[in-house]
């Protein structure tokens, strides 16, 4: 667990567009090395102030479907 106190994580896709809960997005999978790239990024913010300085810890589960 992290040391910050009062830090929200906001997870985003490439674009700074915000992945809650349950959102999807759809890649293209490289047919010649039949990978895919999901660029994401993560934002620290406080949303009733108060944050102190600390580490931030975060794991986040992805479902992947191929189709």
Known sequence: QGTAQNIQL???DDSGNTLNTGATK?????DSS???HFP??????????GAT?????AVIS????YS
């Open 53 to 57: 300085q600390g580490t931030i810890q």
């Open 34 to 36: 039949q990978s895919a």
């Open 40 to 49: 994401l990024q993560v934002r620290a913010l406080t949303v009733n102030g």
């Open 10 to 12: 906001e997870l985003q």
């Open 62 to 65: 992805i479902t992947y479907t």
């Open 26 to 30: 759809t890649v293209q999978v490289d």
